[in-house]
């Protein structure tokens, strides 16, 4: 099995250890952990039957762990990374294993699978909302190549909301009450409609004031207004068939964070631009808003403004279980996106008394639809699953350089407008045979054939000149860009139950993420011509056993993957927003994943989880076109060096918990304490980048729940709560290139939440 010297691995992970060990000894009871049922492999199964690593949390945890959004789980899974991408603050990039997307365009992918109750989410735009009824959390670490096959190369996520039913009339009402003025209210209300019948409605809303005062025109940095409505239809239309049907609409209108210049050289090339358009230096020649620590104010260029996001959804879905040994389910998902952004990257350092770096106004229509069908089957020695899939995307967007503030987008100033039409379809199947003679042994073989046609259009009026200006402006073009590919990813897992509570698998998986375009491309060539789909293979070695009759849990997955045609963005024109995506030859990424959990008494839960990544890149530099007003044409082939490690990959990451329970007179006692380490990491692949720092996130909260109200009147909950507790100052994202360098901006930097806190009441009946 694979180990590190003792002496590598982080102060948090050694206490943490220490900390379970201390504790066991006073074990004097028979505490049992809760199994948790997922559906990771298209069937509900005990996640230690599942040969995935596997991180799942239900409702009740996701609550103790003050998780609202997709958001919180960045902190809560180890070789998971979540962040915002910088300038937007409801558009989500996912990492797992060290594999995501670095650059969120319409015309690129995400690497990590976003599910909402079986369907795709295809973009990554508005992925920042809430919703109220959340059941569980699936993250599916490792390339999911055969059963979501889809841009899961790096894993899959699936968020599993609470269906109507029929066995009773429920209505729950939480409030939420916090500093930075923060109200969240979540409303959910079951109703049976008859025997056969449901209806379930939810609505949440929340309102958080900014984390950053803005001195300037508009809008403080890091507010939150967002809100969403569900609608879910049950009916058992006979013994054997059930339909789901599920309306969702979410609004969000939420503000950038402050992306800060972390220090000013004022004797870099170009740094004379940034001292000339903004005169308010320092005694050493600073800007005043440029600062190492995290602000707690700043002043705006220009005005800031709240993004306008609208998300309207619909899913139906349809089961029939044909017999005990047979079911099939068809899962239809519709997703319509319309969002205003502005994207703020730099907001407090302008260009030429007019133009504040990345600065603009984007707007984004996407709209998407999907058909999965499933047809699951069982025998004594087989089990299997055979699927088709449909998928089909349009989108269109408009980016202008210039914000001003406005919502009035000056188009004849500077328009970048690109379009898409995407479509994909596959079949795919997994079977596991368990031979008679050898019940302790499970062979799964999987596959899924893809194809994907993808297509795009650019108008690309913007007039592109360098920080310090160019003799040669870059020519406006028209172009259409259209591809075709197609794949098949074949997978082989093999496992051996040890005895009924443990068992040891090895896998081979294969995954691939189709190529594209690039719709900030400066150059008609390089956008015509494109990038080639990235392929990724992966060795896994896991264990999974319940251990001291049930009351600890241990699960652990050692891995290699290699990738083939990585894709990345770089810098082909005058500024950093002006890039494409290249193919790198080759990238490798090695790693473990251990989770514990440990029932110590019946009333004191311990777990902790540890990821490891150890990333490398194959060749020292890549090859691309890039402006160069001497070379023929305007562009040239330069050779660019690239870092040792993958951007977003920290080495290591922790996560410990201690949840106590008790039964008191008016109710139920609850204490959780929960500690996230995440080592440092990149922020991008090309010299020079940005380091995100470590961070040690500790949160807490305290609950006292069941506290009867009178016979038949329902109960209450009353939770404190508080994250990152210790305030500390972390980085989210940091931006630093060679364009930024020669201004004299060494990092530009999105910092997380500083210390949040408040009160839950929770009504249920």
Not at 149 to 154: E, L, Q, V
Not at 516 to 521: A, E, I, L, N, P
Request: glycine share 8%; hydrophobic share 35%.
């Amino acid at each position: 099995m694979y180990t590190r010297p003792k002496s590598t691995y982080p102060t948090a992970f050694c206490t943490s250890l220490c900390l379970l060990a201390t504790v066991a000894p006073a074990v004097n009871a028979a505490p049992v952990l809760e199994e948790i049922i997922v559906t990771a492999e298209k069937r509900e199964e005990s996640i230690q039957d599942v040969p995935i690593s596997i991180a799942a949390f239900t409702e009740n945890t996701l609550e103790k762990m003050g998780v609202n959004d997709i958001k919180g789980l960045a902190s809560k899974v180890p070789n998971l990374v979540v962040n915002e991408f910088t300038g937007s603050a409801t558009t989500v990039r996912l990492f797992i294993r060290g594999v995501g997307q670095n650059d969120v365009q319409v015309t690129q992918d995400p690497s990590v699978a976003l599910y909402m109750d079986g369907v795709y989410i295809g973009s990554s735009v508005g992925t920042a909302f809430e919703t109220a009824d959340i059941q569980r959390v699936e993250v599916l670490r490792g390339p999911q190549g055969t059963l979501y096959g889809r841009n899961a190369t790096g894993g899959a996520i699936n968020l599993v909301t609470r269906k109507a039913d029929t066995d009773a009339l429920r209505f729950r009402q939480r409030l939420s009450f916090g500093n930075y003025d923060l109200f969240r209210s979540r409303s959910i209300l079951n109703v049976p409609l008859s025997d056969t019948t449901a209806l379930k409605l939810a609505y949440a809303y929340a309102d958080r004031d900014g984390v950053v005062e803005n001195l300037g025109a508009g809008e403080d940095w890091g507010v939150e207004n967002r809100d969403n409505i569900t609608a879910d239809f049950h009916w058992d239309a006979s013994d054997a068939i059930t339909l789901d049907y599920k309306y969702d609409r979410s609004t969000i209108e939420d503000t950038s964070r402050l992306s800060q210049v972390l220090k000013f050289d004022a004797s870099a090339p170009n740094a004379g631009v940034i001292s000339f358009a903004n005169p308010a230096l320092d005694a050493k020649g600073n800007p005043v808003d440029a600062s190492g620590d995290r602000r707690d104010e700043a002043t705006a260029f220009d005005k800031e403004v709240a993004g306008d996001i609208e998300i309207n959804a619909h899913t139906l879905d349809i089961a029939w279980e044909i017999s005990d040994t047979l079911a099939f389910r068809s899962i239809t998902g519709y997703r319509d996106v319309d969002a205003f952004n502005q994207t703020s990257q730099s907001p407090t350092t302008s260009l030429f008394g007019s133009y504040t770096i990345t600065n603009g106004i984007t707007e984004t229509s996407f709209e998407q639809f999907s058909q999965e069908l499933q047809l699951l089957g069982s025998s004594e020695t087989l089990d299997w699953v055979l699927g088709a899939y449909y998928y089909e995307d349009e989108s269109q967007e408009s980016n202008i350089g210039n914000s001003n503030g406005s919502e009035e987008i000056p188009r004849d100033v500077l328009t970048d407008f690109t379009s898409t039409d995407n479509r994909s379809m596959a079949l795919f199947g997994q079977l596991t045979w368990t031979p008679e003679n050898l019940q302790d042994w499970h062979f799964t073989l999987g596959a899924r054939y893809s194809d994907d046609t993808r297509e795009a259009f650019r108008d690309n009026n913007r007039v592109s000149f360098g920080f310090a200006g160019s003799a040669t402006p870059v020519p406006a073009f028209r172009a259409d860009y259209n591809r075709d590919f197609d794949q098949f990813n074949p997978s082989l897992t093999v496992e051996y139950d040890i005895d009924d509570f443990n068992k040891l698998y090895v896998k081979w998986v294969t995954a691939y993420k189709s190529g594209g375009t690039s719709q900030r491309s400066t150059s008609l060539e390089n956008f015509q011509t494109g990038f080639e789909p990235e392929e990724l293979e992966a060795w896994e070695l896991g264990y999974k056993g319940d251990l001291l009759n049930g009351r600890l849990r241990a699960n652990a997955a050692l891995f290699y993957m290699q990738y083939d045609d990585y894709q990345q963005s770089v810098q082909t024109g005058r500024n950093p927003g002006e890039r494409d995506f290249i193919n790198i030859e080759d990238a490798e990424i090695t790693g473990l994943e251990v989770d514990l959990s440990l029932a110590i008494t019946e009333t004191l839960t311990g777990t902790l989880s540890y990821g490891h990544l150890d990333t490398s890149f194959g060749p020292d530099s890549v090859s691309y076109q890039q402006i160069d007003d001497s070379a023929p044409g305007g562009f040239s082939t330069v050779q660019e060096a690239l870092t040792e490690d993958l951007a977003l990959a920290p080495e290591h990451t922790l996560t410990t918990s201690l949840d106590y329970n008790l039964a008191v007179g008016p109710g139920l006692l609850n204490a959780n304490v929960n500690l996230q380490y995440q080592d440092k990491s990149l922020g991008g692949v090309q010299f020079p980048a940005g380091t995100l720092n470590e961070r040690t996130l500790l949160a807490a909260s305290v609950s006292l729940s069941e506290i009867a109200l009178g016979d038949h009147t329902g109960s209450l909950r009353v939770t404190l709560w508080g994250n990152n507790l210790l305030d500390e100052e972390y980085f989210i994202g940091n931006i630093r290139q060679a364009s930024f360098d020669s201004l004299g901006l060494m990092g530009l930097a999105t910092f997380g939440d500083p210390r949040t806190y408040g009160v839950t009441l929770e009504y249920q009946y």
